[in-house]
């Protein structure tokens, strides 16, 4: 299956990829610049909101060196002015003074940003810090979750405008307000443990999705969605960031 060219460059003219040589193939078809790393989790430790690139500031002392993986590409982009590039202050090694912003708690809907928190990634302070450095163009969102989630990318994901996949039991205060007129394609807790809202938008009408998420492919398939399914169970948002887009939405 293939994709339209020139929707996936408007979507994901650049796009950093880990070890996973199957999508990056089916990316690159589509002539999409990829740009595989050393480290295989680049979304974490990197944050694109339009042309900023922030250096994120990860929780775990153990997981610090991972802004070490992106920080050559966004300082090239920034250099030859096609982003800015900012850092988040790291936070304290304790793993409990933040500020914390971490790239999987952030999700794009235009100008409203929602950023996760459930105490084991980011934190207020991250998403205060991020409200002040973009300024009133953005609307910062904080989503409060459950404990036991990692991150928003986890229990929440948007397809396309109008369409989204969610796992509301572990959302504290439910979907944000923008969001709740949407049509969702609803998972349970068990569902969302497995990543199944993990997926990677090429474009409004066209998803790629693991081969193992047999029931959202078909609720996307049902809902006009083009989808293709690689073999990628360890989670295919995480697995790439794409550094420049057409539009502030993922």
């Given at each position: 299956m293939t994709f339209g060219v020139r929707h996936e460059w408007d979507r994901l003219r650049e796009?950093?990829?880990?070890?996973?040589?199957?999508?990056?193939?089916?990316?690159?078809?589509?002539?999409?610049?990829?740009?595989?790393?050393?480290?295989?989790?680049?979304?974490?430790?990197?944050?694109v909101v339009g042309t900023h690139l922030i250096e994120a500031s990860l929780r775990f002392e153990n997981r610090q060196h991972e802004r070490f993986a992106l920080r050559p590409l966004a300082q090239q982009l920034a250099q030859r002015g096609d982003a800015r590039?900012?850092?988040?202050?790291?936070?304290w090694a304790n793993g409990v003074d933040g500020p914390f912003l971490e790239g999987g708690d952030v999700l794009l809907n235009g100008r409203e940003i929602y950023v996760g928190m459930s105490g084991r990634a980011s934190d207020m302070a991250g998403i205060d810090w991020l409200?002040?450095?973009?300024?009133?163009?953005?609307?910062?969102v904080?989503?409060?979750?459950?404990?036991?989630?990692?991150?928003?990318?986890?229990?929440l994901a948007l397809v396309r405008p109008g369409l989204l996949i969610a796992c509301p039991d572990l959302l504290i205060d439910g979907?944000?307000?923008?969001?709740r007129s949407w049509d969702a394609i609803t998972l349970s807790q068990e569902e969302a443990g497995?990543?199944?809202a993990h997926l990677l938008v090429l474009e409004p009408g066209g998803v790629v999705v693991d081969t193992g998420n047999v029931r959202v492919g078909n609720e996307l398939r049902a809902r006009g969605i083009e989808v293709a399914a690689l073999p990628f169970a360890e989670g295919l948002r995480?697995?790439?960031l794409a550094l420049w887009r057409e539009s502030e939405r993922e």
């Open positions: 796009a950093a990829i880990g070890s996973a040589p199957a999508l990056g193939e089916l990316l690159k078809r589509s002539g999409v610049t990829v740009h595989r790393l050393d480290w295989p989790a680049p979304r974490d430790p990197l944050i590039w900012s850092s988040v202050p790291p936070g409200g002040s450095m973009l300024g009133k163009e953005h609307k910062v904080p989503v409060a979750m459950r404990s036991s989630v990692r991150h928003l990318e986890d229990v979907l944000p307000t923008a969001l497995q990543r199944m995480a697995a790439h």
